[in-house]
Structures are given as structure tokens and as C-alpha cells.
């Protein structure tokens, strides 16, 4: 099965960087996806690491090391719209296992 | 480009009834995935389709069933509702080969009761 481990909360201020680590034991994997979901709406994908190293997308970055069963999403110059769930998802041959999501509080 | 769409937005059942759950998928997308999320948890999921077949299930009981249609609609049956089926349903629609990157319906909240 899966498991993925990830900081339940965390709280920065506007302009700050927060870093949200991911630590999975999964019996198959693909890659780690990313998805941010605010309340009461639906999760929205943020980006995808197959490989080891950095992917960036704007203010979000994304990183991965397979060896190490870890990876982190990389928020840069918060904004209050960045208050959120994030989760992490590991891939494997046909499903989305996610962590139970961090709660990221962006103050002014 | 449409977008997921799930009906109803809310449902209230009774312990022991059944329910139906739908949604359409976004335009071009040929695989769709269910998922529970319970109140601050992340999505659990539930089953995948495509091509009309089931592709993968987790770990939830076979009394939670589904269908996919030609137009790659879907729905999700849930019988003997149970206290703890009491949850956010969500429904995901992808492009196989690709479901690392899912498309998330706004959900429907069932309340059993």
C-alpha cells in the first residue's frame, strides 16, 4: 500500500517562502503530484515530478528525489489566495494515493 | 471547454438506503476517478474507469460500485449506506497516460443520517 507523510500546518505572511515536504512509502511509483484545494472547492493539480530535480511553474516550484522517498512544493511570494490544502499524491499504475493535506495560512 | 460537472451538490440519506452520485467528465477525457474525501483528510480513492471497465479499485467495499458511459459520464453507486459514508465525493476526470494530472469535479456532500 501507501503512505505519505506531510506537515498538517503551516502559517506565513504574505511575501514569505514555505516549503511543504512529502515523505511516501508506496509499494509502486510513477511520480509525486501536487494539488492545492481550497475550501470548500475542488483539489486543482499544481504540478508533476516522474523524475528526480526541480520543475518550476511560476511562484510554485516542485521537487523530487526518488532514492530519498521525498519531495517538497515550494511557495514563493505567498499571497492571501494562496491559503490552502496541499497535497501531495504519489502515482502508481492506475491511482492517486494523496497525504491528508497541509494547511497553509497566509497572513498580512 | 467544459469543465468536471458532479449532481447533486448535496444529498441527505437515511442509514440503510442507497445512492447514486454522477458526473460528467471534462471534454476529451476517456478516464474518470472517484474519491471520498472526509472532513479534513485527503482524497481516498475509490475507483478508476475507463473504457467502461473498472481499471483499479481501492480499498473500499464492493457495495460502492460504478459505471462509465460511451460519453464517458459516470456514476457512483453506494448501497447499504453506512454512518461513516457520510463524506465529499469527488469525481476525476483524465486523460490516460496522463492521470497524474486530474481534472476534480466541485464534489457532492452526503450526509447520512
Known amino acids: 500500500g501507501q503512505s505519505l507523510e506531510q506537515p498538517s500546518e503551516v502559517t506565513a505572511v504574505e511575501g514569505a517562502i514555505v516549503q511543504i515536504n512529502c515523505t511516501y512509502q508506496t509499494s509502486g511509483f510513477y511520480g509525486l503530484s501536487w494539488y492545492q484545494q481550497h475550501d470548500g472547492g475542488a483539489p486543482t493539480f499544481l504540478s508533476y515530478?516522474?523524475?528526480?530535480g526541480l520543475e518550476e511553474t511560476g511562484r510554485f516550484s516542485s521537487f523530487l528525489s526518488r532514492s530519498d522517498s521525498y519531495g517538497y512544493l515550494l511557495l514563493q511570494e505567498l499571497q492571501m489566495k494562496d491559503s490552502a490544502s496541499y497535497f501531495c499524491?504519489?502515482?502508481?499504475?492506475?491511482?492517486?494515493?494523496f497525504g491528508a493535506g497541509t494547511t497553509v495560512t497566509v497572513r498580512a | 471547454e467544459t469543465g468536471v460537472t458532479q449532481s447533486p451538490t448535496h444529498l441527505i440519506k437515511t442509514r440503510g438506503q442507497q445512492v447514486t452520485l454522477r458526473c460528467s467528465s471534462q471534454?476529451?477525457?476517456?478516464?474518470v476517478s472517484w474519491y471520498q474525501q472526509a472532513l479534513g483528510q485527503g482524497p481516498q480513492f475509490i475507483f478508476q474507469y475507463y473504457r467502461e471497465e473498472e481499471n483499479g479499485r481501492g480499498n473500499f467495499p464492493p457495495r460502492f460500485s460504478g459505471l462509465q458511459f460511451p460519453n464517458y459520464s459516470s456514476e457512483l453507486n453506494v448501497n447499504a449506506l453506512e454512518l461513516d459514508d457520510s463524506a465529499l465525493y469527488l469525481c476525476?476526470?483524465?486523460?490516460?497516460?496522463?492521470?497524474?494530472?486530474?481534472?476534480f469535479g466541485p464534489g457532492t456532500r452526503l450526509t447520512v443520517t
Open positions: 515530478n516522474a523524475l528526480d
Open positions: 499524491a504519489v502515482k502508481d499504475d492506475y491511482k492517486l494515493s
Open positions: 471534454s476529451g477525457h476517456n478516464t
Open positions: 476525476a476526470s483524465s486523460l490516460r497516460g496522463t492521470d497524474y494530472e486530474q481534472y
